[in-house]
């Protein structure tokens, strides 16, 4: 997929935001479902666009697909609670995204941190990561997780 946005004559359907993913069998989402506790996967469709670093990846949620009951505020306090005092996790203030937000994919560009954002309303919500997929992608991740098992700073060589 990268090569084609690389190319030297790529198409013009390329110039702009591209979804995919669209049968719903993305290779993630098992675990997606696993590790947020849902019961049944959520629909996520990713989208790739035409800038170098950074990714926004969102799952929608409603309210119905959690176990027990959650409020948006309830949903963002259990990302504020799970990630205080990460070092490369920022959870975005409570109601930071309102009606007038925008959200952009390169926001995080340039480091290894990811930002979660929690929005929507008491029924339906998203929960969106922001993140820079060539620092806090596979190799960041892998640096981190190298960092931490040797003993060392977590954050050794990615600050």
């Given at each position: 997929?990268i090569a084609?946005?690389?190319a030297?004559?790529?198409?013009?359907?390329?110039?702009?935001?591209g979804?995919?993913g669209l049968t719903?069998?993305?290779k993630?989402?098992?675990e997606m479902?696993?590790?947020?506790?849902?019961?049944?996967?959520?629909?996520?469709t990713?989208?790739?666009?035409?800038y170098?670093?950074?990714?926004?990846?969102t799952?929608p949620?409603?309210?119905?697909?959690l176990t027990?009951?959650?409020?948006?505020?309830?949903v963002?306090?259990?990302?504020?609670?799970?990630?205080?005092?990460?070092?490369?996790?920022?959870v975005?203030?409570?109601?930071?995204?309102?009606?007038?937000s925008?959200?952009?994919?390169?926001?995080?560009?340039?480091?290894?941190g990811?930002?979660?954002?929690?929005?929507g309303n008491?029924e339906?919500?998203?929960?969106?990561?922001?993140?820079?997929?060539?620092?806090?992608?596979?190799?960041?991740?892998?640096?981190?997780?190298?960092?931490?098992m040797l003993?060392f700073e977590?954050?050794?060589?990615?600050?």
């Open positions: 997929m084609q946005y690389e030297a004559e790529k198409a013009e359907s390329l110039y702009s935001p979804l995919y719903q069998a993305h993630h989402l098992p479902q696993k590790l947020c506790g849902l019961k049944k996967p959520p629909v996520f990713p989208i790739v666009d035409d170098y670093k950074g990714m926004a990846a799952v949620l409603h309210r119905s697909q027990g009951e959650a409020t948006l505020h309830q963002w306090q259990a990302l504020a609670d799970h990630y205080a005092g990460e070092k490369l996790v920022h975005a203030p409570e109601g930071s995204a309102d009606a007038g925008k959200l952009y994919g390169n926001a995080r560009a340039g480091d290894n990811l930002t979660l954002v929690a929005a008491d339906r919500f998203t929960i969106t990561a922001l993140f820079d997929n060539l620092g806090k992608g596979a190799s960041g991740a892998a640096v981190q997780n190298m960092n931490i003993g977590e954050t050794a060589g990615l600050l």
